[in-house]
């Protein structure tokens, strides 16, 4: 497989990892329990195994570190109505999310 269609293929994965399978209750809980972000941060990773178990494994665990602070933060800017900052926040978030997956596509799978 090429590199752009490894590209396309990962950020489909991760558009059905992280949006499709995320359900209400993950998506409003992560922020406030730690086993629900696990959850979520393992479920995620789990598509991944397609590309490789390293990869998987290493882009979970970066997704764990992103999300545990953006969760808080969307969390702490929905409570405020501070609707501009939430949405900048999960935009950030999600190009965080693929800046490390594309990045460690090149270094993880050769």
Known sequence: MEIGEKIILIIWLHFISDFVLQTDY????KSKMANVLLG?????SALFIIIGWFYAFI???LHLVVDFVSSKLTASFWEKNKRHWFFVT?????????????????????
């Open 90 to 110: 999960i935009g950030a978030d999600q190009a965080l999310h693929l800046t490390y997956l594309i990045l460690t596509l090149n270094y993880l799978t050769r």
């Open 26 to 29: 993950v998506a409003i809980n």
């Open 59 to 61: 882009n979970g665990v």
């Open 40 to 44: 979520h941060c393992i479920m995620y």
